[in-house]
């Protein structure tokens, strides 16, 4: 066990249709990175909040926001979803040991969503 | 960007050794290494960080190549429970906090 919850495990919706991803990270740490992985594919990297602030962007669509609420607790919005954004979404949070920029990461088990 | 990982995939026999090599075009702060199991979270193996050392335990380590920036990733005597694909993820000197993640190395250890 990571530490970090993600909800929902598992969502399936249609075309169109819009969902938010729910993210709470280890006790204590402040940054929160969001990740996408298609099918049998690498790691792609969404956003980055820092302590509620957003701190990098990486490949986020238009289509997707996110944000880090003062709990530290973050969200992904995903919006007119299209089939090829069915993927498993990760969140991953750090309080940034490790002596890199970065820091360990804990990802949380996250969700898959499928776009019918 | 993105470093390159070889091999794509490998398949031993338990007991065998291997090596991951994850190269990047870009002069690099850090090199990060995960590996994830099929239909679970990538997990911290380590960090590597321009200047340190050759870190790890007995059976799984890693070198970092400044020069070349290229890491590397040992596994020695490989276990069933080493299966799963592994990443590396390269953070550039004065990047954003940002890991670029290779593509994998999937490895299957066979009985």
């Known amino acids: 066990d990571s530490g970090v919850t993600q909800t929902p495990k598992h969502l399936i919706t249609a075309t169109g249709q819009r969902v938010t991803l729910r993210c709470s990270p280890r006790s204590g740490d402040l940054s929160v990175y969001w990740y996408q992985q298609s099918l049998d594919q690498g790691l792609q990297f969404l956003i980055q909040?820092?302590?509620?602030?957003?701190?990098a962007k990486g490949n986020i669509l238009e289509r997707f926001s996110a944000q880090q609420f003062p709990d530290l607790h973050s969200e992904l919005n995903l919006s007119s979803l299209e089939l090829g954004d069915s993927a498993l979404y990760f969140c991953?949070?750090?309080?940034?040991?490790?002596?890199?920029?970065?820091?360990?990461?804990?990802f949380g088990e996250g969700s898959r969503l499928t776009v019918l | 960007q993105q470093p390159v990982q070889s091999p794509q995939a490998v398949i031993l026999r338990e007991g065998e050794d291997a090596v991951i090599n994850c190269s990047s075009s870009?002069?690099?702060?850090?090199v990060h290494w995960y590996r994830q199991k099929h239909g679970e979270a990538p997990v911290f193996l380590m960090i590597l960080l321009k200047g340190g050392e050759q870190k790890g335990h007995e059976k799984i380590s890693a070198s970092f190549n400044e020069k070349k920036q290229q890491s590397s990733l040992y596994l020695t005597a490989s276990q069933l429970s080493y299966s799963g694909t592994y990443f590396c993820?390269?953070?550039?000197?004065?990047?954003?906090?940002?890991?670029?993640w290779g593509a994998g190395t999937k490895l299957i250890i066979k009985p």
């Open positions: 991953a949070s750090t309080n940034g040991r490790g002596g890199s920029n970065t820091g360990e990461l804990f």
């Open positions: 870009k002069a690099l702060y850090s």
């Open positions: 909040y820092y302590n509620g602030e957003e701190r």
């Open positions: 993820g390269t953070e550039l000197d004065g990047s954003n906090y940002q890991l670029i």
